[in-house]
Nanobody, 126 residues
Framework: QVQLVEAGGGLVQAGGSLRLSCAAS????????MGWFRQAPGKEREYVAG????????NYVGSVKGRFTISRDNAKKTVYLQMNSLKPEDTAVYYC???????????????????WGQGTQVTVSS
């Protein structure tokens, strides 16, 4: 069992930055691929970024490439999402998610995650 708690959301002006964090409890955090998703009002949940269990592989949805960076610290059982050059369309509730994987380098880019956090609100004003 893994419990995930996000933090770091808030209100920021367009062009600004935020860093989200997701702290995990439970054992074997380093066995889990991690992902960030977001859901804006009236829209479906959207995959944002993913990272392999060893941190060596990442990928991003096209709309955030070059602006967002996902990273992890397995010793601290935490995954991060650094968000730069924020735009009003980035406004959403951001969720982290975890999925057990059996090998390094594996990223889960779809919604097939086993554990989810409660979400943190990010609001970007124009």
């Amino acid at each position: 069992q893994v419990q995930l708690v996000e933090a770091g959301g808030g209100l920021v002006q367009a062009g600004g930055s935020l860093r989200l964090s997701c702290a995990a409890s439970g054992r074997s955090f380093s066995s889990y691929a991690m992902g960030w998703f977001r859901q804006a009002p009236g829209k479906e949940r959207e995959y944002v970024a993913g990272i392999s269990r060893d941190g060596g592989s990442t990928n991003y949805v096209g709309s955030v490439k070059g602006r967002f960076t996902i990273s992890r610290d397995n010793a601290k059982k935490t995954v991060y999402l650094q968000m730069n050059s924020l735009k009003p369309e980035d406004t959403a509730v951001y969720y982290c998610a975890a999925k057990f994987v059996v090998r390094d380098g594996m990223i889960v880019s779809g919604g097939d995650y086993s554990y989810w956090g409660q979400g943190t609100q990010v609001t970007v004003s124009s």
